[in-house]
């Protein structure tokens, strides 16, 4: 079969699953995957015949597309910051929005050098190995709760060659970290029961259910825990940056300025809703 008439078949198949525009995307990432082409070679060698591994392949990724299964699992990686990451069901596949968090992380610490960084919640890396990446030589500690997420985040420590220390940790209980940060971030589960109904097919019956939902009568368990925390392990001056609800931006403001952190700033995303706050001590 030719490339063309494969993309075709494709199209159809997806047609009434997805947008045009997405099927595209899929498309050109799966070729890219399977067959280092750039979308402008999809063009130029339309008429190429696909070898039947190819074809088996790339069937493989038309049928878990048909069962919404996210074009990230399928492939198993992802770029985050402009860096790769191999992604699985044991994490979260890391979104816009924490770029976002990133990015105002870094504007806030570009004078510094050697800052101690704690990232709770680490799922695949991509804070800390951004951070490592982006700072100016940072000491990070990343921490999550499954073991599933803290392999994949060491693999993608290795592939971007970034130095972390992961630790194994129940953040609700622990309380043994060995020394203090400048820096203490989290992108912890956020997503009420409630509101699951928002949630996309391909997200809830794929991604990590332990990475995304928390209890409708308790929905800040996570913030609240690592506030205390935070009041424990950061140094003078040092500074706690969350991703949030953007449904409860104020509770989690109102919450942070209670147990008494100062300059408590929420920041909108690209869309307009709130997304991060920032606090220090
Ligand atoms: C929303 S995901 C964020 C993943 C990643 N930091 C990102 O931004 O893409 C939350 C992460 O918290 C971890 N987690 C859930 N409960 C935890 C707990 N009690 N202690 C430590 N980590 C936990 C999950 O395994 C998941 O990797």
């Keep these: 079969m030719k490339l ?6 494709f199209n159809t198949e997806l047609s009434n699953k997805y947008p045009k525009k997405e099927i595209d ?53 992802t770029e985050f910051y402009g860096y790769p990451f191999i992604v699985n069901k044991n994490v979260l596949i890391p979104r816009p929005e924490t770029e976002e968090l990133i990015t105002w992380i870094l504007e806030e610490t570009k004078e510094h050098e050697a800052l101690h960084v704690l990232d709770i919640g680490t799922g695949s890396g991509c804070i800390p190995i951004t951070l490592n990446k982006e700072m100016n030589a940072p000491i990070i500690t990343a921490v999550d709760i499954s073991e599933g997420a803290l392999l994949v985040a060491k693999q993608n420590a290795d592939k971007n060659n970034a130095t972390i220390t992961f630790l194994k940790k129940d953040i609700l209980q622990a309380n043994d970290f060995k020394h203090k940060f400048d820096i203490i971030v989290s992108n912890p589960p956020y997503v009420r029961e409630l509101e699951k109904e928002e949630i996309k097919n391909n997200v809830l019956n794929n991604e990590p259910h332990l990475a995304l939902f928390v209890e409708d009568n308790n929905p800040l368990i996570f913030y609240k825990r690592i506030a205390d ?26 919450m942070l300025v209670n147990k008494g952190f100062k300059n408590v700033i929420l920041k909108t995303d690209l869309f307009g809703n709130h997304r991060m706050i920032k606090a220090n001590l």
């Design 4 to 9: 063309k008439d494969f993309r075709t078949y």
């Design 25 to 77: 995307t899929f498309f050109f990432r799966t070729i890219e995957h399977l067959l280092d082409w750039q979308p402008v070679t999809v063009f130029t060698k339309g008429d190429s015949i696909l070898t039947d591994n190819i074809l088996t392949d790339l069937k493989e990724v038309l049928n878990r597309l048909k069962k919404e299964e996210p074009i990230q699992y399928i492939l198993g990686e």
């Design 229 to 254: 925390l935070a009041k424990e392990q950061l140094k003078v001056n040092g500074l706690l940056f969350f991703e949030i609800n953007q449904y409860l931006g104020e509770e989690t403001q109102e």
